[in-house]
Nanobody
Framework: VQLQASGGGLVQAGGSLRLSCAAS????????MYWYRQAPGNQREFVAE???????NYADSVKGRFTISRDFAVNTVYLQMNKLKPEDTAVYYC??????????????WGQGTQVTVSS
């Protein structure tokens, strides 16, 4: 399994970015997909989730500003980030989770992509 994240960069506060995470080596439709982020000195934190069925969940800090989506045709998950704030500055990671029918799960992580929001 490989997850290739891209789309990070430097943006001014109030601006927008769209992150992409291209998946390969897996049956994309069988995985829940996530975005996490990690700011310097902080633990990695949950940002957004999209389930196999398309249901979504968001961290309170990004609700109403970020939108997660997935395109099964190109095996890619996206994170549209609007109204960016300096506190959104972090390395953003995508994760794929396979939930076993017998219980338990398997996680795969992509490399991070840096998002920097200037004030």
């Amino acid at each position: 399994v490989q997850l290739q994240a891209s789309g990070g960069g430097l943006v001014q506060a109030g601006g927008s970015l769209r992150l992409s995470c291209a998946a390969s080596g897996m049956t994309f439709s069988r995985y829940a997909m996530y975005w996490y982020r990690q700011a310097p000195g902080n633990q990695r934190e949950f940002v957004a989730e999209i389930t196999m069925g398309g249901g979504t969940n968001y961290a309170d800090s990004v609700k109403g500003r970020f939108t997660i989506s997935r395109d099964f045709a190109v095996n890619t998950v996206y994170l549209q980030m609007n109204k960016l704030k300096p506190e959104d500055t972090a390395v953003y990671y995508c994760k794929a989770t396979y939930y076993k029918s017998s219980g338990g799960s398997i996680d795969y992580w992509g490399q991070g992509t840096q998002v920097t929001v200037s004030s």
